[in-house]
């Protein structure tokens, strides 16, 4: 088979000339058999037709009462800066002066609840302070259980010394 406009070679099967576009002529394309529970194709499916959409037109005296209509997208959040960006210095001299500072005994610990959960931009500080009271924690336990430790084993030893028949 040949295109009628450009003479180009067409397809068994095609409906349109590949060159030029233009349909086939239905005498030139091979007929298709049917089979014979089925429906033509064209009345299987029929495809809905398209209806334009009718407008209203609105005076300018509506259209002024109406409510503004809110964007469909909505502008982004603003973006909060983290603590790490707004980090202040701590210069090494701040470090020496705090390091004093915990040795002295009572305030050291309200300065590190201080440091730890005050309202400052030193996040390296924070973080310290929060180490710190964890470490204190750990060492408050551990010496109250040697304490009770000492207690019971001291009257223990005690006991075994008076038992024994000599006093020292």
Known sequence: MFCEKCGASIAPNEQFCTRCGSPVPAAQQPVRKQPVN??????????????????????????YQQAPQKNAYPAPAPQQQSNVNLEEHVSVGGWVGRMFLMMIPIVNIVLLFVWA??????????????????????????????????????FNFLN????????Y
């Open 38 to 63: 089925q429906q033509p194709v064209n009345q299987q499916y029929q495809r809905p037709q398209y209806q334009q959409p009718q407008y209203q037109q609105q005076s300018r005296q509506n259209l």
């Open 117 to 154: 959960f005050g309202d400052t931009k030193q996040y390296s500080l924070k973080t310290w302070a929060k180490a710190e009271l964890i470490m204190v924690a750990i060492g408050i336990g551990i010496g109250i259980l040697f304490v009770i430790l000492l207690v019971a084993f001291g």
């Open 160 to 167: 075994f010394l008076k038992s024994s028949g000599r006093y």
